[in-house]
């Protein structure tokens, strides 16, 4: 079993839609979550940390942690062509510097 | 957010060579660390490197194929030995964020195929 399980879409909706991404995992020990965006032929940029359970808002993006379910989930609001990328999550353990990701969603935003 | 330069950004290479990869950060940093990106696999961590001594490997990824160097505390780079078709993949320099509470900045990557 995957350390980090996610859905590698893609994943395709017109532009103003609310977009849902999410990943589950397995490790209980993991603390900290990110999620990151990645465009074609860029590296993974950090888009959203959260610490332990709890939501986090950041404009249009609201991040979401489940431990008791082992789930976290990134929400778009409003979404728009330039939000289309790959969506990585990533979590690692405190005191580790070993990120564990998943396989990333590729998300279209369609004008 | 520091600023990472990759090099190069994408190669093409035959079986049996070696590539070495070059990552330079605008500031000074403790870690840098080298990931591995796959076709469909998601990102793996390879190495930790650490100014002054010797790199950090990850499970799976030994010293004699992908050594890195760590010469000062803005530049390392990775080499990829004995090159074959599956090692074809993006590989990216990442640093810890100085800016922010927690994250790491990624490099734009080196694109890697081996024929």
């Known amino acids: 079993q995957k350390e980090v399980e996610q859905d590698p879409g893609p994943l395709s909706v017109p532009e103003g839609a609310i977009v849902s991404l999410n990943c589950t995992y397995s490790?209980?020990?993991?603390?900290?979550f990110m999620w990151y965006r990645q465009y074609s032929r860029k590296g993974p940029e950090l888009l959203m940390y959260?610490?332990?359970?709890g939501n986090k808002e950041d404009g249009r993006f609201t991040a979401q942690v489940d431990k008791s379910s082992k789930y976290i989930s990134l929400f778009i609001r409003d979404s728009q062509p330039s939000d289309s990328a790959t969506y990585l999550c990533?979590?690692?353990?405190?005191?580790?510097?070993?990120?564990?990701f998943g396989t990333g969603t590729r998300l279209t935003v369609i004008p | 957010s520091a600023v990472i330069s990759q090099k190069p950004s994408r190669d093409i290479c035959q079986r049996g060579t070696s590539l070495t990869i070059q990552c330079q950060v605008d500031?000074?940093?403790?870690?840098m660390f080298w990931y591995r990106q796959q076709p469909g696999q998601s990102l793996t961590l390879i190495a930790t490197a650490n100014q002054g001594s010797e790199a950090t490997y990850e499970s799976g990824f030994v010293i004699d194929k992908f050594p890195i160097s760590r010469p000062n505390l803005t530049f390392s780079t990775l080499t990829v030995s004995n090159m074959s078709p599956e090692d074809s993949s993006i590989y990216l320099c990442?640093?810890?964020?100085?800016?922010?509470?927690?994250?790491?900045?990624f490099g734009s990557g080196t694109r890697l195929t081996v024929v």
């Open positions: 990533a979590m690692s353990q405190t005191g580790a510097n070993n990120l564990f």
């Open positions: 990442s640093v810890e964020d100085q800016g922010r509470n927690y994250g790491y900045t």
């Open positions: 500031s000074q940093v403790t870690m």
């Open positions: 490790n209980s020990a993991f603390q900290y």
């Open positions: 959260t610490y332990s359970s």
